[in-house]
Each structure stands twice: as C-alpha cells, then as structure tokens.
C-alpha cells in the first residue's frame, strides 16, 4: 500500500483589530477592589477587559466558536457571557477561567440579569424564553413561557423574589419565583419595549420603546396585613379561580392582576430630545441616576430625587403657582399637582463624537462623579466624566480606545518579506501590525484603500485607492511620500513584479499599467537623501473592466481577469494574448499562479474554483469551494496547496494536486475580504466584515484527510442535536415553567457513560455477591478461598475497586448543568437499576446532595411506571426514609453551621465596634492636648509681653 500524502494542520493564532464587536454590549466590571476603570466588551467570540485609565487591553477571556451577543457583571467577581447559539458562560474574573456553560436557549441569547447577592441568573433569548439558573449549583432551575417574541430585558425585584421580563410583544411580565407563575402583566404599552430599568429602592419601573417617550411606573408592594377582611376574600377567591382555569390567556386586562403582591400605576411620562428609538436604558445604583441611549451620538441622563428632595421641589412649585395666581387678575387660586417632574430631574446630556452608538454602560461615585463609557459603531470606546450634581455643560472625554484597531472593516492585507509585520488598508487608514507582539507599530491615515502592497525592503507600503490613486507611505515616519494619479478609477489589484523592481496594477478604468520603482531627490540638489516614487513604463488596455491581475513567478506571463467573465493570460514582454480561460459564469474577483507557474487558480463570485494549466490553458478541475461568492485564493509558496475565502466566513485549504480539501477553519462571523500568506507558508492572515484579522499558524501536527471529514460528520450532527425540536418531558404539567436545559451532545455522552457505569455496576455487585457466596461456601467445606474477582478496567481509571465509589464517582463527573439532560435519556431498565444503586449510595452517607436531586428528579419524570411497578415499591419505601434521614442531618449540619458563622461574625463586629469606639477616643484624647497645647503657648506669650 502506498504512502498517504501528509499535511500539517493549521490552527487559530490571535485576533487583531478588534477593540468591541458593534453586536456586543459594553459593561464597567469590578475588579481588585476597583470601579470604574474596568470595562468588559465582546470582541466577536472572545470578551476583552480594556483598562480605561491607561487605554490598554488588560486581559482576555477566550470564548467559543460563536460571537458574543451580551455580558453582565454581578457583585461576585463574576461575568456571564451569553453567545449567538443560545449558550451562557459564567467567568471567574479573578482565575480567567470558565466556571460552567448553560445551554438552555436555541437561538442569540439577548439579556442577562443577576440577582441581589449573584447567586442566581434569568436570561431571555430571540426564542421568547426566559430561563433561570443556578450558579452555586451549576444547574438550571426554570424555564419561563408567555412572550411571543424576542424577550428585550430581564431583571429582578429582589424584595420580593419577583422576576421582571419585556419583549418585543408589548409586554412586561412579573413572574412569582417561588411559584414560578407569571401573576401580572403589562398591556398598557403599544410599541415594542425594547428596554427598562428598576431604581434602586424599587419605588420605580421606567420603560423605553420606540416611541420618543418614557414611561414611568409606580411600584407598590401589598402586604397582607394592610388589606381588609373583604379584601382578603376576594383575593382567595380569584386565586382559587385562577387555579381552576388550565389556560390563562396572556393578553388579559391589569385590572385582573390587582390581587396579588403588587402594584404597578403609570404615574407618568418623560418626553425624550432625541427623535431615534432607545437602544439601552443604564442606571446606576449610586445616585439613583439613569440614562436613556438612542441610535445616535447624544445620551441623555436623568436623576431620581428622594422623597425629600421632591417633597421640597414640589413645595418651591406650590409656592410659585400660588403666587402667580395671586398676580392674575381674576385671583382664582390654582392648585399644584405632585408630578413626575417632582421627582425626576434632567441632567446634561453627553455626547459621542461618532455619529451612532451602539451600547453605553454608566458609573457613578459616591461623590457624585459619574463616568459614562460609550461603544460606537467604529469600532472604539469613549469614557466621559461629569458630576450628576453640577447643572452645567460638563461634557468630558477623559479616555479614547482609537489606535487599537481600524474604524471600518480592512480590506486588504499584505505580509512582509521578513513574515514579521502585516500591513492592513481600510476605508480611512492604513495600519502595521507586529505579527509576534500583536501591537499596532504605525498608523497612517489615507484614501478609501482597496488594495495594498509591501514595496521590497519593507520600508515603504504602496496603497490602491477607490479614486484611482496610488499612495506610497514612509512606514518608519508614518507619513505619506507621494500620490500618483494612477487610473481613472478604482484600483483593484496591485501585484509585486519577481523581479522586484517594479509592480502592475489593474483598474475598472479597462487599463493594467506597468510601474517601475524610483529613487528621486527630495527637495533642491542640496538636500541630502532621495525618497521612493513610480513610474508608468507601460499600459495595457482591455475591453473590459480589470478586476484582478497577476504575474507569473517565472516573469514570462501576465494574468488579467475581467467583467467579462474571463481571464486573459498575456506574454510579458510583448503584451500578445497567448491564453483565454472560459468557464466561469461570474466574474473572477481574484486569482494567482503557483510558484512552479505551472497551474492557475481563479476564484469567482459564481462560487467555484477553478485550476488551469498555463501549458496548454485547460481546466483541470473546477471545485464547488463556498457556499456564498470567493472573495481571495492564494497559493502557498513552493507547494501546488492554496487558500480560498468566502462570503461565507471560512477559510479553506485546498490540494490542487488531487483536489482534495484539506481542513476549513471557522472563526470569521461574516464575509471574509482578504487572504494573505507568508512566504515559508507557516502564518496565514485573513480579514472580514466582523472587523477581525485572524491569524492562523502551522503547527507540526499531521493531518489526515479521513479523520478531518469524520470529525467534520460528528461536528454536523452534534449541530443537529442541538437545534432539534423540544421533546415532551413527563411529569412537567405546567406549560409555563418547564426544564430549562436543552438536549446537547454532551448530554447524550453523558448518558452513555452513565449506562456503560451501570453495566460495569451491576457486573461488579453481582461477581462480589457470587465470590462472597463461593467464600462462605469453601469455609464450610474447609477448602482454600476463591481467587477475588478481577476488577474492571474502568474501575481501575476511577480510581476504586469497590462497586459504589465507582458509580458515585460516574456521577460526579456529569456536569450538573447537564445531568438532568443525562437522566432524560436513560431507558427504563437503566431507571430502575439506578433508583436501586441510589439505595446503597444513601447508606455511605456522601454527596447526599448530589443523590437526592437525582433521586427526586426521577421520581417526577418517571412517577407512573415507578409507582406502577411491584420490583421498585419497596425500594421506593426504603429510599423514602433513608432520604429524609440523611436529608435531615444534612439540614441541621448546615443549620448549626450557619448559626456558628452568625456567631463569629457578630463577635467579629462587636470587636471592630470596639475598636472604632476606642479609636475615636483616642483622636478625642490627642485633640484635647493639643488644645491644651496651644492654650497654653498662648498664656506663655502674654506672660512674656
């Protein structure tokens, strides 16, 4: 059998360009201690913490292969991350690392909400759920129905244990946690809400929709013990009315909501400034201060007064109304009415410089400075600072995230010869990247580039411009050198000749131009030095419009592919057609020729590839590369292997030998612009519409081309699993709270191992079972004792020998965020075998947490054939009452725990109570002498007069 050919696999380097994803939102984390000065943004799937005060990026928190839709920080020094698949991701600032993945949603999770103490977490999605989790215990508590569409925000009202929802339906929802049933509902709006925020004290919900007004609702919670006889009453009655009913409907009227804990009035509206629909609503803890974010570049900024503060603004009010009534002829006196602008006072709004933002985020002091960053669609971040105390203009800028990354997507890129630095051109500048140090070393504003290109030594870079210009720039002074008038129109193409003392360039002007590189004084004679210019030699006109050229490597042929749909293969020398490549069936955007210039590779907007012989100009094979149009094909160096990316968003490795792809890598979210490979073929840079550059390194693994596609099939289907439809649990009754995992790959993993433990299991219990019979067996008949039964293989990795340690520990290694999935899957003889092994867990008195949860879960799910059934009657009876024994002892541990730590930390008060007391004694002390100090300096002095 003959030797596979070998290839070495490429794999995801670093991310450059990016300083916050426009899809992301941006959030001040706490961190060591400090506020303020830490921000959070989604940089496409990674999180990046940027240090505002110095401008820097502080560190990074890597994600997975989806982009990043929202992030919320929580008191805990912890992040959670929610992604365009549904999945949420909880972060532990401190240690970087990921503390569990949820994975409930089927489409881009859109909000996040912690509650008071960070301990749990709602988040709602583009599926129109909202899901609860556990973050102690890593699992899933709830899933909540009754919205219809995108869920905008959720929040909590902690002093009640109330969950707060809008959508994109029109309503706001307030869900009961401890029943998990949504008991009141908001119709009064008629727009999509697309954001609200809770104050502070919880006095207040203010919504934002489409419209250019605020609402503004009165939060009142009804206590029991304020209401009548009568009332009581009748709020039995209608609860017990809404038992009897199986389905509510969602749409019904806030006046039938009335009976239960609380009370939400519209009290009134703020009329906004701005025209555009609000995109985010901040609030600040501190200050009670909120801010009201639109599409464009103003953010406006409101505070909320206490009730004695608006009690005075509302009597300085009554008393100006009063005393214009008596200055009015007729003297008919007037009454003020306590309103919204009572106790709501606008501030100066802020300002971005850029023309649409896209996410802000708001902090505010205890002295009342307020920081306020601002993500803008150009890819940067603003911090402004103003003090919410002070009624004048404070608009500050006191940090700007510029020089890290591009304002638009870069367009073209280009290695040096000494695979050190990457050039990237885009709409409004062109930028030098070190590929070791990912730092950008230079900056040099120019035209809207198209194409650019390192001139030989590396020291200047030329740049192909949409006005048709060709701009050449000093890389080490970062300054342009010269602008040549190119072409009429948009250049396309510039492509460095092998000789390297010139370059072409192509234009939609229907030309191809020869340049030669020149070296001309600058300045008079006098001055010493010459700076780098072209000159045109030579032009070769077309039919048609030009939107790719190339040379061959061996400097005898010249490609030229146009709007025709065709390429033309031209001699060098003297400019005659010698080839005609037909075929494709949309133009070709880009093409190159191998090293050998033996094959010619072309990409087309009609999605194929196709490779030619320049012997002879035929196709050899024409490979249906993309699932959207090529944009970039390149060929590494001294190989017949090359690179295509796409519309798409993949990059792809090819054999133009067999024509076999080799490996796609994912990491783009959008279309992909441009390829660009190093000379020894061991880094490849590629730029796209999600503003990323990504490199990508060679690493010295093999690769083979049957495993590649097999983990491709594992990849597709566990994809499908993911996104199937939800399946029916047994045991959920309500339609509005329901399990909130979803069915993943993992979990069916999981499963199997859980299956394969049990076989291993059961075949364990029964061989000690039978030797200990053989044992008892052989002592009777005085014969030598059997030989022990040989342990499993499995049991050996785990760790143990005995039978129950070894399923315990089976499961403990299921993720809690996906046992219940895992239980879901088991078939009913695996059930059974399970709720018998859990009998003998109880016993050994370890992860009675652990068991009892897997224990209650599968009595719900599986309560008819389990009761149903005369093998499991009498496990169930035992387990009954070991379970509430061990259930109990765990409880009164925990119990006297708590209360020991209750102890020690009054204790622990009492001292620094002490202490302070003490302390202030002593500055009481030390201020009295030296009163008595200088009193007596004094008396000395007039004694000596």
Same mark, same amino acid.
């Given at each position: ?87 949420? /991701? ?51 508590? +709830?899933? #909540? ?51 609200? +925020? ?36 009748? !709020?039995?009655?209608?609860? @017990? ?256 000749? &092998?000789?390297? /003392? ?9 030309? +191809? ?67 005609? #490549?037909?075929?494709?069936? @949309? ?83 959008? &279309? ?56 029916? +649990? ?53 014969? &030598? ?67 009892? /949860? ?15 059934? &005369? ?14 024994? !061990? ?52 008396? /000395? ?5």
């Amino acid at each position: 059998m003959g030797l596979t050919k070998q290839y070495l696999r490429y794999v995801p380097g670093s991310v450059l360009n990016v300083i916050a994803s426009a899809n992301s939102n941006v959030k001040f984390i706490k961190y060591d201690g400090q506020c303020g000065r830490f921000v959070a943004v989604g940089a496409c799937d990674n999180v990046y913490i940027w240090d505002t005060r110095k401008g820097e990026k502080f560190f990074e928190l890597p994600g997975s292969k989806h982009e990043v839709s929202i992030i919320e920080s929580s008191k805990n020094n912890t992040l959670a991350v929610g992604y365009t698949d549904g999945a949420i /991701r909880i972060f532990d600032l401190k240690t970087c690392e990921c503390l569990v993945t949820f994975s409930g949603h089927k489409r881009e999770v859109t909000s996040l909400g912690f509650d008071e103490k960070g301990l749990r977490l709602a988040s709602g999605s583009k599926d129109t759920n909202v899901c609860v989790w556990d973050i102690v215990g890593e699992s899933g508590i +709830v899933r #909540l129905s009754g919205h219809k569409k995108r869920v905008s925000q959720v929040r909590w009202l902690n002093s009640g244990n109330i969950l707060v929802s809008s959508s994109d339906d029109m309503l706001v929802k307030f869900f009961d946690m401890a029943t998990n049933h949504c008991f009141k509902t908001l119709t009064s709006h008629r727009q999509e809400i697309l954001d609200f +925020v809770i104050t502070f004290d919880e006095r207040y919900l203010i919504t934002g929709t489409k419209g250019s007004e605020l609402k503004v609702f009165k939060l009142t919670f009804v206590n029991d013990e304020e209401l009548t006889d009568e009332q009581k009453n009748e !709020k039995k009655r209608r609860k @017990l009315k809404r038992l009897e009913e199986e389905k509510k409907e969602d749409d019904e009227d806030e006046a039938d909501d009335e009976e239960d804990i609380l009370k939400c009035n519209l009290i009134g509206t703020i009329l906004r400034q701005q025209s555009s629909h609000v995109q985010n609503l901040l609030l600040s803890p501190i200050g009670s201060v909120f801010a009201c974010q639109g599409k464009d570049s103003t953010i406006e900024c409101f505070r909320l007064l206490d009730p004695e503060e608006a009690q005075k603004r509302f009597a300085k009010r009554q008393k100006k109304v009063a005393k214009r009534a008596r200055e009015t002829e007729d003297g008919m006196p007037e009454t003020a009415i306590p309103g919204i602008s009572d106790e709501i006072i606008r501030l100066p709004s802020i300002t971005a410089t850029g023309k649409k933002t896209k996410s802000a985020d708001l902090h505010v002091e205890p002295n009342g400075d307020a920081k306020l960053v601002i993500l803008l669609a150009t890819n940067s971040l603003e911090v402004h600072g103003f003090n919410i105390y002070k009624k004048e203009n404070q608009n500050g800028i006191e940090t700007r995230l510029l020089n890290q990354g591009h304002r638009t997507e870069a367009r073209s890129l280009a290695f040096s010869s000494d695979n050190i630095a990457v050039a990237s051109a885009s709409a409004e500048s062109v930028k030098i990247w070190g590929r070791a140090s990912l730092q950008c070393i230079r900056t040099m504003p120019c035209d809207h580039a198209s194409c650019i290109l390192f001139v030989p030594g590396d020291r200047h870079v030329l740049v192909g411009c949409k006005s048709g210009n060709i701009q050449i720039f000093d890389i080490a002074s970062g300054s342009l050198l010269d602008e040549v008038e190119a072409h009429s129109e948009e250049v396309k193409s510039l492509n460095l000749s &092998p000789d390297q /003392r010139g370059f072409i360039s192509g234009s939609l002007d229907k030309t +191809v131009r020869f340049w030669d590189f020149q070296l001309v004084k600058k300045g008079d004679e006098n001055t010493p030095g010459k700076v780098l210019t072209i000159n045109c030699r030579q032009t070769l006109t077309c039919d048609d419009a030009v939107l790719c050229a190339c040379f061959s490597p061996d400097h005898r042929l010249v490609a030229v592919s146009t709007s025709d749909f065709t390429v033309k293969i031209f001699f060098v020398d003297t400019l005659k057609l010698f080839l005609t #490549l037909y075929g494709h069936k @949309l133009p070709v955007v880009s093409m190159d020729i191998s090293s050998d210039s033996r094959l010619i590779i072309t990409g087309s907007e009609d999605r194929n590839v196709k490779i030619w012989g320049l012997d002879f100009g035929d196709c050899h094979k024409s490979l249906f590369a993309h699932d959207d149009g090529i944009t970039s094909v390149h060929f590494v160096a001294k190989t017949h292997m090359f690179f295509s990316v796409g519309k798409d968003g993949k990059l792809k490795q090819w054999d133009a030998d067999n024509f076999e792809r080799i490996i796609t890598l994912d990491g783009h979210f959008g &279309p992909i612009f441009s390829v660009a490979i190093t000379l020894d073929g061991k880094f490849v840079a590629t730029s796209g519409m999600d503003r990323s550059i990504r490199l990508w390194e060679r690493t010295n693994e093999p690769l083979v081309l049957e495993d590649e596609r097999e983990t491709e099939r594992e990849e597709a289907e566990e994809g499908a699993v993911a996104t199937e439809e939800g399946r029916i +649990v047994p045991g959920d009754q309500s339609a509005e709270a329901t399990l909130p995992s979803k069915k993943t790959a993992e979990a069916e993993r999981a499963a199997e191992r859980l299956m394969e433990a049990l076989d291993v299991y059961d075949g364990a219990v029964k061989d000690w079972i039978e030797y200990k019979i053989q044992c008892k067996s052989a002592e009777r008949k005085k014969k &030598p004792l059997p030989v022990q039964p040989q342990v499993h293989p499995l049991m050996l990795v785990y760790g143990t020998k005995e039978p129950n340690r070894f399923l315990l520990e089976s499961l403990r290694r299921i993720k809690s965020s996906e046992l219940e999935e895992a239980l879901l899957v088991l078939p009913m003889d695996y059930v059974t075998q399970l709720l018998i092994a859990l009998e003998k867990l109880l016993e050994d008195e370890v992860e009675v947490e652990l068991i009892s /949860r897997i224990l209650f879960f599968l009595l719900r799910l599986h309560h008819g054939p389990v009761t149903g059934s &005369p093998q499991l009657s009498e496990v169930i009876e035992k387990l009954k009452f070991k379970a509430e024994g !061990k259930i109990n002892l765990l409880r009164d541990t925990i119990g006297f725990n708590m209360a020991a730590l209750e102890f020690l930390q009054r204790e622990i008060e009492e001292k620094e109570a002490t202490q302070l007391f003490l302390d202030a004694t002593l500055k009481a002390r030390d201020k009295r002498k030296k009163k008595n100090r200088k009193d007596l300096a004094i008396k /000395r002095a007039v004694l000596s007069l």
